[in-house]
Every structure is written in C-alpha cells, then in structure tokens.
C-alpha cells in the first residue's frame, strides 16, 4: 500500500486545517488506518485512528478539536483539525495496517504559530 499525505503548511492557533492522505489501494483490504504526530526528539505518536468498521479513536490532546474520516470511492483519510494549537505543531503522517504490515506515507508538516 502506498500512501501520499498532504495538506500541512503555517497556520495561527485557533486555524484549522485539513489533511489529506490517498492511499493506493481500496481500503476493504486495510483493517485500520490513522494519523500520526512526530517532533524532533520523540516518538511518532498516534492522533487518530478509524478502523475497517468505522470505529474511531482519537489521543486524549486532541478529542473534540479534530476529526478523522475516509471516503472509500476516493481511496482517500482525511484529518480535519480545528482550534490548532502550537503544540500540534509536528510532522503528520498516514497510516495504513493490513495482514500483519504497516504502511506510511511520506508525512506533512504542520506549524502552528502561535
């Protein structure tokens, strides 16, 4: 599975944005897919995440403030992120786990000013 994100760039808090990650391949073989944060220093975390049933979780930082979706006919995970904070601040990158493997994509910065 390849994955292409997109959608970072500069914003001030309070801004939003929306990424975007196109996978190349249907997402009925993918058992879940999400969203993850890196910054210089530390470990790539999880933001969010959807599963192959729809079920969503979100990281305790972020809940109420930014939404996950996908849109199956376009092979394509969204990330709608509201009310951004300088602490989103970080390198995003897509996910996708099927049969036992994940993939990633090449990650997007978000820089949030504040």
């Known amino acids: 599975v390849q994955l292409q994100a997109s959608g970072g760039g500069l914003v001030q808090a309070g801004g939003s944005l929306r990424l975007s990650c196109l996978a190349s391949?249907?997402?009925?073989?993918?058992?879940?897919m999400g969203w993850y944060r890196q910054v210089p220093g530390k470990e790539r975390d999880v933001v969010a995440t959807?599963?192959?049933?729809?079920?969503?979780n979100y990281a305790d930082s972020v809940k109420g403030r930014f939404t996950i979706s996908r849109d199956n006919a376009k092979r394509t995970m969204y990330l709608q992120m509201d009310s951004l904070k300088a602490e989103d601040t970080g390198v995003y990158y897509c996910?996708?786990?099927?049969?036992?493997?994940?993939?990633w994509g090449q990650g997007t910065q978000v820089t949030v000013s504040s």
């Open positions: 391949e249907t997402f009925f073989s993918i058992n879940h």
């Open positions: 996910n996708a786990h099927r049969l036992g493997n994940d993939y």
């Open positions: 959807i599963n192959i049933g729809g079920r969503i």
